[in-house]
Each structure stands twice: as C-alpha cells, then as structure tokens.
C-alpha cells in the first residue's frame, strides 16, 4: 500500500522543543487518500518513517477534540514506536496551521480551521490523484451528508472535494 503513496508536500519545522528541525511529507494514494510521516530530524533521538494515514490521524483527533491536544494525545497512532514521532507529528501539524499552542497552558494545543490546508493539498494533489473514493476532512468536522458536486471543486469547511478529470 505505501508503495502506491505519491509525496504532494515536503516541510520543515523546528520540533516543538526547538532543539531539532524535523522533515515532514504529506502524500496522497491511488484513491487520493492523505497520509503523513516524519521523513527526517537532526537531532538524535529515534523516531519512525512509517506513514500514518489522515483517516486513523483525524479519528484520535475527532476523540479528543474536546480536550488540550498533546504529543501524548497522538501515541496511540505509535504504538510500539519511538515516543518521539507523536510529538514530531504534532510540530507539523503546528508548522501546517491545523492545531495552535493554547496560551494558557504549556504543552497544549487546540485544533484550527483546516480550510487552507485542504484547499492547498486539493491542488497539490491535482486530477493524476484520481476522484478520493471518500473525501478528506479537517479534524473536527463530520463526513459531509451530500455527494460532491460534479463539475467543480472547492475547498469548504476543510474538506476537499474530487476534481473531475478534464476530457481531451
């Protein structure tokens, strides 16, 4: 499955103590299905390559929505892995705009409007991303009642929607 995953997006943030920079990838797979992982950091801690799929992401996120968000609120996605990824995974979500720290409490995070970020990755993807067989959406939101419309695309309320293949 991961041999199918097409890389859209590389960044580069600091982790959240600041003491390495972390390289991030986001890709997308034969059903425009997202996926994320940490590709890199300069410190020396360990942590793991494997990528983890926007759907398991935005279900621990979804759990705990009405909660602080912590590195310690993505470990389940890691289990049996370096407890560094969880907290590599929260600094691109930082560095992406989706969570924010919460000025009141050290260590803590809140989710933010996602719009941006699906609107950016709905481009990136482009049409060779095929129609997503379910569409993406921002942590907090609940799966869309309607089908996507037909001729267009937009990014609304986070989610992004399948962009028809243009006939030659």
Known sequence: MTNDLRVVKTGACASLSGKSKLTYELACGPA???HVRIAKSTGTGAFSKDWIAWDQLQR???KNATR???SHTLTPLFRGLSVNTAGFLLAALKHEGLVRAMEDKPRCYELQDAAAFFAELQTLMGP???APKKTLQ???APAPKKPPPKTTATAKKGAIKPVPA???
């Open 68 to 70: 602080p968000i912590t």
């Open 32 to 34: 425009a299905e997202l």
């Open 138 to 140: 921002k942590p907090t």
């Open 128 to 130: 060779a991303a095929g």
């Open 60 to 62: 621990v996120l979804e």
């Open 166 to 168: 243009k006939k030659r």
